[in-house]
């Protein structure tokens, strides 16, 4: 395998994961938050793909397939879903 593509695929998903972890932490809101699950999202697909074509990587593939799947269900819940996460179970003041 190209030594290059597995360099640039490591090193984007440990990058991007960075991020959205840094992202989701400020909980600057619901947008920010579902945009910072969609850059999980993309660090799971490329640590997969590394994960599966490097000889010794196959458990972060396997356990990035787990975390794509939960980061899906961020992205749904805060970005597509139509409601907004942080005032569920808050009743509104009247």
């Known amino acids: 395998m190209n030594e290059n593509l597995l360099n640039a695929l490591q090193y984007y998903g440990a990058g991007a994961g960075l991020v959205a972890a ?34 010794e990587g196959e458990g972060i593939g396997w356990q990035n397939i787990g975390l794509l799947a939960i980061n899906l269900v961020g992205v749904y819940r805060y970005l597509l879903s139509g409601h907004d996460p942080e005032t569920k179970g808050k009743e509104k003041a009247t």
């Open 22 to 55: 840094l992202i989701v932490s400020l909980n600057l809101g619901t947008r920010p938050t579902g945009w910072g699950f969609v850059i999980f999202v993309t660090s799971s697909i490329a640590l997969i793909a590394w994960g599966f074509m490097n000889d």
